[in-house]
């Protein structure tokens, strides 16, 4: 059985405190969410005979990994390519998987779809990671996930709920979960880290954070984490 982590919890990945041992040779680390549905406001007689709940709101929340080495620090951010429509896309192929690179140089994280409603049951994102095969170079893996102009749109963290991050083994077998839903303290918030993988003592550890922060750009989070 899964354990539900609360914020700031540690567990080890490969084996539990009830003996239960897991496959890391694949992890998936899902993410998911809702967006809090609000009372459509309509005045008049058909607005209170049919005036329920409002469309749900298109929101753009994309998760976001980060590998960090020994010191704490993302070592490679990658090249500035141009795409087919001229634009410039920093950090492709470095030690930040987001949209514009979705897959890591090694072949051993990568990041698929986009779900922009958090619509449905399950992961709306997840971020794969052949964990027995990272690298001895890097030491934690950040996971974050952030409202695509959410400063713009008024959208953060408050609206969000239902959010979780999960780790389910390479047999399918969920090794933790933890939930968190929007309240106030979340109001005005754009972008949360969810959770860390680390290395400790040859094992990986799985650490659930819930932390948010007002910027809607993972950039401004990734500028403390860098050498230059």
């Keep these: 059985m899964a354990i539900n982590l609360v914020k700031g919890q540690t567990i080890d990945l490969r084996k539990n405190d009830k ?20 009372k459509a406001k309509e005045g008049g007689f058909l607005g209170k005979l049919f005036g329920t709940e409002k469309k ?23 090249r500035t390519v141009q795409t087919r429509d001229g634009r410039s896309v920093g950090l492709y192929e470095g030690d930040v998987i987001f949209f514009n690179s979705m897959r890591h140089p090694s072949g051993n994280i990568w990041l698929t779809g986009d779900n922009r409603t958090g619509a449905g049951d399950g992961d709306d994102e997840q971020i794969i990671i052949k964990l027995d095969q990272m690298e001895s170079k890097y030491d934690k893996i950040l996971f974050m996930v952030t409202i695509y102009n959410g400063r713009a749109n008024n959208q953060h963290f ?22 968190l839903s929007g309240d106030s303290t979340y109001n005005g918030m754009c972008s949360m880290t969810f959770a860390e993988i680390y290395r400790k003592d040859g094992a990986w550890k799985f650490r659930a954070l819930g932390n948010p922060h007002p910027s809607d750009s993972f950039v401004d989070e990734l500028k403390k984490l860098t050498y230059s």
């Design 19 to 38: 003996g239960e041992e897991f496959d890391l040779s694949t992890v998936t680390i899902g993410l998911g969410w809702d967006v809090r549905q609000t």
């Design 56 to 78: 749900e709101e298109e929101y753009d929340l994309d998760a976001v990994a980060m590998l960090l080495d020994s010191n704490g620090k993302v070592a490679n951010l990658g």
């Design 158 to 179: 408050g609206m969000i709920e239902n959010a979780f991050i999960r780790a389910v083994d390479n047999r399918g077998k969920e090794i933790a979960k933890f939930s």
